[in-house]
T-cell receptor
Framework: IAGITQAPTSQILAAGRRMTLRCTQD?????MYWYRQDLGLGLRLIHY???????GKGEVPDGYSVSRANTDDFPLTLASAVPSQTSVYFC????????????FGPGTRLTVL | KNEVEQSPQNLTAQEGEFITINCSYS?????LHWLQQHPGGGIVSLFM???GKKKHGRLIATINIQEKHSSLHITASHPRDSAVYIC?????????FGTGTRLKVLA
């Protein structure tokens, strides 16, 4: 692994189903972030984690949950997907919360029908 | 008013032209990040800067902290530069993003 990986690359999901998007980084970064990107709205922060064991809500957290059991992994879960959660999801990480450069994963394209 | 404003929103240029994309912000920041995203692609880091100027190949980024303004310049533009360019300001634990500038360079 080099940098940040996300899985799956893309997914089509029926409304009401549960889905977990995976994110793993091998840079030993403390902070990790989940964003969604929608046309005309840019990137919006869903949840973040400053360090393993802590998480916080971003700009659009409703309908999503995260966990940070260790430094490397930061999964994003949609407990019961809805069509408005159709989006491209990006995971990012940075060496220290806030001031350091964020590095982005390749993204997951999610379609909820 | 958005805390981070980019201009122009859309830009079409001929190959070889000098291009400038602007980013203005209204909040205190620790650094500013320029990002590039090709259609359907991932987000690539171009520059992270907190003062002065940085250059990499045909790309130059400048920032004026007092005026709360940054510019991204592309010299001798090429069709492969066609992408969305995103300005993000680093503030405490998070980024605030501009909505991006969509650049198309015609051959």
């Amino acid at each position: 692994i080099a940098g940040i990986t996300q899985a799956p690359t893309s997914q089509i999901l029926a409304a009401g189903r549960r889905m977990t998007l995976r994110c793993t980084q091998d840079m030993r970064h403390n902070a990790m972030y989940w964003y969604r990107q929608d046309l005309g709205l840019g990137l919006r922060l869903i949840h973040y984690s400053n360090t393993a064991g802590t998480t916080g809500k971003g700009e659009v957290p409703d309908g999503y949950s995260v966990s940070r059991a260790n430094t490397d992994d930061f999964p994003l879960t949609l407990a019961s997907a809805v069509p408005s959660q159709t989006s491209v999801y990006f995971c990012a990480s940075s060496g220290a919360s806030g001031d350091n450069e964020q590095f982005f994963g390749p993204g997951t394209r999610l379609t909820v029908l | 008013k958005n805390e981070v404003e980019q201009s122009p929103q859309n830009l079409t240029a001929q190959e070889g032209e000098f291009i400038t994309i602007n980013c203005s912000y209204s909040v205190g920041i620790s650094a500013l990040h320029w990002l590039q995203q090709h259609p359907g692609g991932g987000i690539v880091s171009l520059f992270m800067l907190s003062s002065g100027k940085k250059k990499h190949g045909r790309l130059i980024a400048t920032i004026n902290i007092q005026e709360k303004h940054s510019s991204l310049h592309i010299t001798a533009s090429h069709p492969r530069d066609s992408a969305v360019y995103i300005c993000a300001v680093a503030r405490t634990y998070k980024y605030i993003f501009g909505t991006g500038t969509r650049l198309k360079v015609l051959a």
